[in-house]
């Protein structure tokens, strides 16, 4: 009878080590989905070389190999992020700081610096999703991690993995007590707990005060509700719901934001058509203070509780204070209007001011345009058809714009969302 080899028993430090790195492993899996391609197969090799070196007793590398691939890798993250700030760039190059770091282990400070630096990273996963399956990943690799940290503060006999597995089990069992009594009982807030909720160039889908078309080179759909409206009698066609909230018509070369703009003072539409659309409406808390209605209102809304509420030229209806909790209110609106037709080019400043020594290229265009086009219809079909025939194209992940934005957009990236 032919017996099979017998495996050669690991030596403690190459176990210790190979526990560390399966915790690592551990780890780095909830990111894979997020991180790029490039990202992940730069981890998989490192980890295998890692795990290849532990098990044949090579040395580490030394740092002139170690310093061209961390500085290829961090090379890789600015051009793929044009930056080394904000949540997307961050996350990343954590992880792969966290795999280099295991090529460079020493002395034992290191292999503390690669634990804490995991049970740091393991919190940056509920950045993009918090359900029972993270939760469950995440209590598995802090299981492993304690397990791996404990086997490096044993000194003679070394319990077995099992039993020190069973100690880091129980550790994480001790937390949870008072984790369910934080859960229930520690109040709730808005937002992150640290200070920017979100990226230093990605955002979220909604409304702010100003927009800066170009900084942000991710977006994330958001599935909060801004607001919930009843219609007394039927409900408009689709065509119809366009909602107005906040104007923007100041534009100063790089951000959009409000402009100066007088009280309504009850003859500004010099004419509407159709029915009038009457709208229930509840708001939801969003620390601002305009009121969205249908496009256009007729008249400053009707807020519960008799609240202030006005309405601008730019038919902006809005709270006298910001608004920190629900409101419901009534407003009137006609979709089909003529909106300050008659206004002269003093009243429309703001709209029309354009800010000197920015984007010259589409200022130039637009002179062309105007030179071969007379009439503003024939010039505006012009600017529409420009915009159906080149090679535009939506993205939530565009790519960042320069000084010249609007130039960067319309002639060379032609890639965006609404803002843009």
Not at 122 to 142: D, E, K, M, N
Request: net charge positive.
């Amino acid at each position: 009878m032919r017996l099979l080899p017998s495996l050669p028993l690991l030596t403690r430090d190459k176990a210790d080590t190979l526990l560390l790195i399966a915790a690592c492993l551990l780890v780095l899996l909830p990111h894979a989905s997020h991180v790029d391609w490039w990202v992940n197969l730069g981890c998989a090799l490192l980890l295998v070389w890692r795990s290849w070196l532990t098990l044949n007793g090579r040395r580490l590398p030394p740092a002139w190999i170690l310093l061209p691939v961390s500085a290829a890798m961090m090379g890789g993250v600015y051009l793929t992020h044009h930056t080394f700030f904000g949540r997307e760039a961050g996350v990343t190059m954590l992880v792969l700081l966290l795999t280099c770091k295991l090529l460079e282990m020493h002395a034992k400070r290191d292999l503390f610096v690669v634990i804490y630096l995991g049970f740091f990273l393991l919190l940056t996963s509920f950045f993009y999703q918090q359900t029972i399956g993270t939760a469950f990943i995440t209590l598995l690799a802090v299981s492993l991690l304690l397990t791996a940290q404990l086997s490096f503060h044993y000194t003679g006999t070394i319990p077995s993995l099992l039993q020190r597995l069973k100690l880091g089990l129980t550790i994480v069992g001790l937390a949870i007590p008072l984790t369910i009594v934080a859960f229930f009982l520690f109040p709730r807030i808005q937002g992150p707990l640290w200070g920017l909720p979100g990226d230093a160039h990605a955002g979220r889908s909604g409304l702010s005060d100003s927009m800066t078309p170009g900084t942000i080179s991710d977006l994330a759909l958001s599935d909060d509700i801004a607001f919930r409206v009843r219609f007394t009698g039927a409900v408009p066609n689709k065509s119809l719901l366009y909602w107005r909230g906040i104007v923007l018509n100041y534009f100063d070369g790089k951000s959009w934001s409000r402009g100066r703009s007088a009280p309504f003072t009850g003859s500004t539409i010099a004419s509407v058509s159709g029915p009038e659309i009457r709208q229930q409406i509840i708001l939801e808390p969003n620390g601002q203070r305009w009121l969205f209605a249908l496009d256009v209102p007729a008249a400053p809304p009707i807020l519960e509780n008799n609240a202030q509420s006005t309405l601008n030229l730019e038919m902006e209806s809005r709270s006298a204070v910001p608004l920190f909790q629900r409101l419901r209110y009534a407003v009137r609106s006609y979709p089909q209007y003529r909106l300050r037709a008659e206004a002269s080019a003093a009243e429309l400043g703001d709209s029309l001011e354009l800010p000197a020594n920015y984007n010259p290229r589409t200022l130039a265009f637009a002179a062309e345009l105007r030179q071969r086009y007379g009439d503003d219809r024939q010039l505006m079909s012009a600017v529409l058809q420009y915009f159906r025939h080149e090679p535009f194209a939506y993205t939530l992940e565009p790519p960042l714009l320069g000084i010249n934005s609007v130039d960067d957009f319309l002639f060379s990236t032609r890639a965006g969302f609404c803002e843009h």
